[in-house]
Each structure stands twice: as structure tokens, then as C-alpha cells.
């Protein structure tokens, strides 16, 4: 387990947790995976996005490398720092290249931070200033949408302007010793395409009370929500 420091705090209470993913927790969850709730989308608006306070979100997250999840509600897949491999967010684990060996080679930059990474053609990983924007308290409202009859637990961004909106499901993550489940349903990690000078990278991390960005092992597996590559 690996300990970050906070880099900025968009929601403040007294529900706080240290790094990119909170201490270990026997009552963690494991096992879920995608939601069931919310619109199947056609390819066409999967690929308009959303615009939020100046930057165009898609609307759901990566899924297999290149393509996107179908639903908001849906984790699609995890994937650690730097990789082109996405791994399932239901157990049994496999990843997209059909392996079910947990990967934990040193992690190797595949075009995350020049480049467009797991996001399809035209998108790219979000940069730390793309969250931050996301999190302007002034123009844009963030608040908590808890689980229930089968949804997605996870926090929706809307624009106060024009309305728009975007949901993050709070997917947990898979760590990064032997890709295990943690957290899912409770907390959301999401990477960001800044790395650092070791082995950790800049994430969005968010629960109930709070939305902060931090720094993770870049062996984590999180999700990936991508802005569109303007």
C-alpha cells in the first residue's frame, strides 16, 4: 500500500483518505462489476461526449482498448498506468488480450501521455487541468448518486450552465500485486495522463463526501474516462 499527497480538493468534509486508494478494509467489496441501470447508447452519441465547462467528456467509460463502455453506469475496464491492456471489472479477471495472469511487470508509457493511450481515435486521457475544470465548484456541481435496486453507486458532474451532465461510476480498483477487487460500488480512481517522477501517476479519486486528485501506483488497475482530443 502506498501513501499520496493531496494535490487539490474540490468537495470538503470530514470523510478524508490518504493516497489514491484508502487503507486497507475487511469489509471491502469485490466482485461487482457493471451496472444495469441507465440508456444503452448508439455508437454515434458514444462518440459526440458531453461538454462540461469547456471540455468534451465521453459519456462512458474505456472499455476493451480503443472502444467505449455502452452504458455510463458501466466500470468497462480497468487498466494500469501506461497500458494498452484493459482487465474485466467482474471476477473471474481477464484481461483483453484473453490472459487471466495478473500483470506486474514494471509498467512501460504506451502513448498515454502524447498520445491517445486506451481511449479511442480522436480522444485522449484527461490531464490533471481536465479534472479540474470538472471539479470548478462555480460552474460546475458535483453530488453523490448512491446505489440502489441494481444502479450504479458514483458522483455526477453537470454543468450549471447549460445542464449537461456526466456520471462516474465508483468502480474500485484492482491492485496492483495480484489484480484482487477492492472497493467497488464505495470509492471511484480514475487515472490521469501526468506521470511522476517514481512509480506513481496523478488520479482523480472520489467517494461519498469528497472528490480530490492524488497520486497511485501506477500497477493499480482504474478505470478510464476520456475527453475528446481537440
Known amino acids: 500500500m502506498f501513501i499520496g499527497a493531496r494535490l487539490w480538493l474540490c468537495v470538503?468534509?470530514?470523510?478524508?483518505?490518504?493516497?489514491?486508494?484508502?487503507?486497507?478494509?475487511?469489509?471491502r467489496n469485490q466482485g461487482r462489476g457493471n451496472g444495469s441501470d441507465g440508456p444503452v447508447y448508439p455508437k454515434n452519441e458514444l462518440e459526440a461526449g458531453v461538454e462540461i465547462n469547456g471540455v468534451v467528456w465521453a459519456r462512458s467509460n474505456v472499455d476493451a482498448p480503443g472502444t467505449f463502455a455502452a452504458k455510463p453506469t458501466d466500470t468497462g475496464m480497468f487498466y494500469?498506468?501506461?497500458?494498452?491492456?484493459?482487465?474485466?471489472?467482474?471476477?473471474?479477471?481477464?484481461?483483453?488480450?484473453?490472459?487471466?495472469?495478473?500483470?506486474?511487470?514494471p509498467v512501460v508509457e504506451e502513448g498515454w501521455v502524447h498520445g491517445n493511450g486506451p481511449c479511442p481515435e480522436g480522444w485522449r486521457v484527461p490531464t490533471r487541468r481536465d479534472f479540474e475544470t470538472l471539479c470548478d465548484e462555480v460552474k460546475v456541481t458535483?453530488?453523490?448518486?448512491?446505489?440502489?435496486?441494481?444502479?450504479?453507486?458514483?458522483?455526477?458532474?453537470?454543468?450549471?450552465?447549460?445542464?449537461?451532465?456526466?456520471?462516474?461510476?465508483?468502480?474500485?480498483?484492482?491492485?496492483?500485486?495480484?489484480?484482487?477487487?477492492?472497493?467497488?460500488?464505495?470509492?471511484?480512481?480514475?487515472?490521469?495522463?501526468?506521470?511522476?517522477?517514481?512509480?506513481?501517476?496523478?488520479?482523480?479519486?472520489?467517494?461519498?463526501?469528497?472528490?480530490?486528485?492524488?497520486?497511485?501506483?501506477?500497477?493499480?488497475g482504474f478505470p478510464v474516462r476520456c475527453v475528446l482530443d481537440l
Request: net charge negative.
Open 80 to 105: 494500469r498506468w501506461g497500458s494498452l491492456t484493459g482487465w474485466s471489472a467482474e471476477d473471474p479477471m481477464v484481461a483483453s488480450d484473453d490472459s487471466t495472469t495478473w500483470n506486474t511487470a
Open 12 to 27: 470538503v468534509t470530514a470523510v478524508t483518505l490518504a493516497g489514491c486508494v484508502p487503507p486497507d478494509d475487511p469489509t
Open 142 to 220: 458535483s453530488e453523490w448518486v448512491a446505489n440502489s435496486a441494481g444502479t450504479s453507486a458514483g458522483r455526477r458532474f453537470s454543468d450549471n450552465a447549460t445542464g449537461n451532465s456526466i456520471f462516474l461510476p465508483a468502480s474500485g480498483y484492482r491492485h496492483y500485486t495480484v489484480g484482487e477487487l477492492y472497493y467497488a460500488g464505495r470509492y471511484g480512481y480514475y487515472w490521469l495522463a501526468e506521470g511522476n517522477e517514481d512509480s506513481r501517476s496523478s488520479c482523480l479519486e472520489f467517494g461519498r463526501g469528497y472528490v480530490t486528485t492524488s497520486y497511485g501506483n501506477r500497477g493499480q
